[in-house]
């Protein structure tokens, strides 16, 4: 049960737009389309973003989006605002029916 | 109102026992899988075990197995973690949450539990 693997930290500026990239294997990225995403600020519980890969919560902005490729994943936010800096965690189900996160991500609005 | 509150944590020497809970309430409890994702301060979250809306399936991290029980209460809506064994590395916030379609996505979260494990 291997984390995924996201990177630490991204930044952008205030309108700029930011991948995060999220890279499992067969067994749980690759191998289903359960990967959803989190947004965590200091303190508080995470709140979903992203479901089944690619579906937006009702009241998540539509700049945030999600898409899949083989046995990675990404979120991807445009028009960056100051409040979307937060950690930011990719999840999926596994073929051992278990959930693996990755290690969380930092962004930074510059 | 979606509601999960999450109760139990403290402070447990290495080796003992503790049991958290997560009080349900705004949704039909018996209808869904309930997860624990627990995240050590400062680090990443971690999925530490899930059960059946029905309590008749059960599944648990590697790290988990054997030390900590999930049960749930129906009728109570009430979500339980037993965790026995504990040692430091189980130091953590425990959250509960609730999954949908098992395991494809947790929509709801509790505000999390601190469980610190030190002699």
């Known amino acids: 049960q291997s984390a995924l693997t996201q990177p630490a930290s991204v930044s952008g500026s205030p309108g700029q737009s930011i991948t995060i990239s999220c890279t499992g294997t067969s067994s749980d990225v690759g191998g289903h389309n359960y990967v959803s995403w989190y947004q965590q600020h200091p303190g508080k519980a995470p709140k979903l973003m992203i479901f089944?890969?690619?579906n937006r919560p009702s009241g998540v902005p539509d700049r945030f989006s999600g898409s899949k490729s083989g046995n990675s994943a990404s979120l991807t936010i445009s028009g960056l605002q100051a409040e979307d800096e937060a950690d930011y965690y990719c999840?999926?189900?596994?073929?051992?029916?278990?959930?693996?996160f990755g290690g969380g991500t930092k962004l930074t609005v510059l | 109102e979606v509601q999960l509150v999450e109760s139990g944590g403290g402070l447990v020497q290495p080796g003992g026992s503790l049991r958290l809970s997560c009080a349900a309430s705004?949704?039909?409890?018996?209808?869904?899988?309930m997860h624990w994702v627990r995240q050590v301060p400062e680090k990443g979250l971690v999925w530490v075990s899930r059960i059946k809306s029905d309590g008749s399936e059960t599944n648990y991290a590697d790290s988990v197995k054997g030390r900590f029980t999930i049960s749930r209460d129906n009728a109570k809506n009430t979500l339980s973690l037993q965790m026995n064994s504990l040692r430091a590395e189980d130091t953590a916030v425990y959250y509960c949450a609730r999954g949908v379609g098992g395991s494809r996505y947790f929509d709801y979260w509790g505000q999390g539990t601190l469980v610190t494990v030190s002699s």
């Open positions: 705004g949704f039909t409890f018996g209808d869904y899988w």
């Open positions: 999840t999926s189900y596994t073929s051992s029916h278990t959930s693996v």
């Open positions: 089944d890969v690619t």
